[in-house]
């Protein structure tokens, strides 16, 4: 541009090259090229022959070959050995710009899904956190419509486990979906023939039950139900420890599924990417196109019933297992998995696992602790309770007063309730802190007479501890030595 601007003042090619400070063939060749409109692209490059150029046709023929999966060092091995003597720099460059021109024209096509209110629904699985050593799974649920997402730890993936899971998130949508949509796992897809699935019978029962059709995307093609796998992607870096997230690692099922319920809590308040709503108040919506939900759930695949005792303890084969202890009196469901035993819930919010233990034998009971509350105090561990009045206001003096108590009684000490009232009176005159403390190292001591109490207290009467320091030192002094050692004068 200085060039031309150089041109419009002289008139002259010499001249504007001087002015320029370039030859007057160059004015000569850019004022050409703007006559010509060659300018708009600015200043193009000439393209020089390059080694790679007499190779581009066999580099074509090979990426055709390989789909456009080729590597560039195998690229260059090749081209090496018929006689190519270039870099592996100019090859790697030459092989990104022929997979360039051969994706463009085989690229995939996406258009956009416009869902409808109640039509589909899909589900997938990811790697869950490890617990106790052992590995767990997180499924992952997400409504199209209203982008409602849910997230359930489970330590299997097997038929009724998945089951159970469609359930729970149906119950959660408040009605069935058209559709449930998900990959071609042998629980869903036994096979496929001439590229159709055949459905596992009990899916399709569980289908029927609850008036749901389920559908499995293209085999090997995840991308066909990309709502969910990015669910997954969320829960699993949300979820599962990671270096990103600083994740503890979890003690306990019952964490895991406490963080669950909070991350779907999270998800589904805030407002959605795509939609600008909350998933809740859209869900809201969305119900009123769901289908009713049966009241029962799809029971078949999740065992035998059994009946829970007042001890919270199942039998399956003879061998008493146990349950939690807030389904006493009622039933569950129970099979056998592998060399576990899975004890199924169905209740109100839908099926749900309640107990796995590993198979035993008759006489070997399984209980798991988690499964019971916190032991009442035993015979050794009791702790003083007032049943009147009089036990109240001397229980009320502290810790020593129930120590003492304790101590007193083990000891077999005799008027414990006259002593317990003096110092209730005592308190009055000395404050409730002495005697508390007095009461304690009567305890410790085992002093319980009658009179030791008052005894205690006269011999640490109420005052200021004084302490000696070396202004008071009775110590002699080492001034005299100061001068050992040294010459008399």
């Not at 200085?2 to 090619?13: G, M, Q, R």
């Not at 590597?71 to 592996?88: C, K, M, N, P, Q």
């Not at 209110?117 to 617990?131: L, N, R, S, V, Y």
């Not at 990309?226 to 600083?246: F, H, Y």
Request: charged share 25%; aromatic share 8%.
């Amino acid at each position: 541009m200085e060039i031309l601007e150089a041109l419009a003042l002289t008139n002259s090619y010499r001249a504007a090259g001087e002015l320029a400070g370039c030859s007057h063939h160059t004015v000569e060749h850019w004022v050409t090229m703007r006559n010509r409109g060659l300018l708009r692209d600015g200043v193009t490059p000439v393209e020089r022959v390059k080694l790679i150029d007499g190779f581009m046709p066999k580099i074509e023929e090979w990426v055709e070959r390989s789909n456009g999966k080729i590597r560039g060092d195998v690229v260059f091995d090749r081209l090496t050995a018929i006689g190519y003597e270039g870099s592996d720099r100019t090859v790697r460059r030459a092989l990104v710009a022929v997979k360039l021109n051969w994706r463009a024209g085989r690229r995939r096509v996406y258009r956009p899904w416009v869902v409808e209110p109640g039509m589909w629904a899909q589900w997938d699985w990811g790697h869950g956190p490890k617990i106790g050593g052992r590995q767990t799974w997180l499924f992952c649920a997400w409504l199209g419509w209203s982008r409602l997402r849910v997230v359930f730890p489970v330590w299997d993936k097997t038929l009724p486990t998945v089951i159970c899971c469609l359930d729970r998130s149906m119950r959660i949508f408040g009605g069935v979906p058209t559709y449930w949509l998900t990959d071609n796992e042998r629980t869903v897809s036994m096979t496929h023939v001439a590229g159709i699935a055949v459905r596992h019978p009990l899916i399709v029962a569980a289908g029927r039950h609850y008036g749901v059709t389920v559908a499995t995307c293209v085999p090997a093609d995840p991308e066909s139900k990309g709502g969910v796998e990015r669910s997954v992607q969320i829960a699993k870096a949300d979820l599962v420890p990671t270096d990103t997230n600083l994740r503890d690692a979890y003690a306990s099922w019952a964490e895991l599924v406490e963080a669950c319920t909070v991350f779907m809590d999270k998800v589904n308040g805030r407002e959605h990417r795509v939609t600008r709503r909350r998933p809740v108040e859209m869900l809201a919506e969305e119900q009123a196109r769901l289908h009713r939900l049966p009241d029962t759930a799809f029971t078949t695949a999740f065992g035998e019933t059994r009946k829970i005792s007042s001890t919270s303890m199942i039998s399956y084969g003879g061998v008493p297992y146990s349950v939690p202890h807030t389904l006493a009196e009622q039933s569950v469901w129970v099979r056998v998995d592998g060399d576990e035993i899975v004890a199924t819930y169905v209740g109100v919010s839908g099926a749900q696992e309640v107990a796995r233990h590993l198979l035993s034998t008759p006489g070997n009971p399984r209980i798991d602790d988690a499964h019971y509350p916190p032991r009442p105090a035993g015979a050794l561990a009791r702790q003083p309770k007032a049943t009147d009045t009089a036990e109240a206001e001397f229980l009320a003096l502290g810790d020593g007063a129930r120590m003492w108590l304790i101590e007193a009684a083990a000891a077999g000490t005799s008027r414990v309730k006259v002593k317990m009232a003096e110092a209730v009176q005592l308190a009055q005159l000395h404050g409730t802190e002495r005697i508390d403390w007095a009461l304690g190292h009567a305890a410790t001591y085992e002093r319980f007479g009658d009179g030791d109490l008052a005894s205690i207290l006269a011999a640490h009467p109420v005052g200021q501890r004084r302490r000696a320091d070396e202004e008071h030192s009775m110590q002699p002094s080492t001034k005299a030595w100061e001068s050992f050692g040294q010459a008399a004068s």
